[in-house]
Nanobody, 120 residues
Framework: QVQLVESGGGLVQPGGSLSLSCAASGRILNIHSMDWYRQTPGKERDLVAH???????HYADSVKGRFTISRDNVNHTVHLEMNSLKPEDTGVYYC??????????????WGQGTQVTVSS
């Protein structure tokens, strides 16, 4: 019913910047919260950044002051601007969203993930 597609990952040197985007498509009446998660091998997905439909944001302590999450409610997209990247930011970044697909039905959806590697 809902598809999330991430883009923008890649290889960057420490101290560099990357921008991630996630576009939602399908049966969408409205999108509530949108999030970015990060996963490294052998570990669970951890929340990196969260944004509500009204634009309120929350960040993991490890990325505060370096990452910025934003969203476009008209085009159903969410972005993650990552600055001053560190090797520990390396991982697969996943987009997640709570999507209202019809009245009273909220669906939680995940994207396929995009790899971010911070290395010299």
């Amino acid at each position: 019913q809902v598809q999330l597609v991430e883009s923008g990952g890649g290889l960057v040197q420490p101290g560099g910047s990357l921008s991630l985007s996630c576009a939602a498509s399908g049966r969408i009446l409205n999108i509530h919260s949108m999030d970015w998660y990060r996963q490294t091998p052998g570990k669970e997905r951890d929340l990196v950044a969260h944004i509500t439909s009204g634009g309120s944001t929350h960040y993991a302590d490890s990325v505060k002051g370096r990452f910025t999450i934003s969203r476009d409610n008209v085009n159903h997209t969410v972005h993650l601007e990552m600055n001053s990247l560190k090797p520990e930011d390396t991982g697969v970044y996943y987009c997640n969203a709570d999507v209202l697909v019809r009245a009273g039905m909220l669906v939680n959806s995940w994207g396929q993930g995009t790899q971010v590697t911070v290395s010299s």
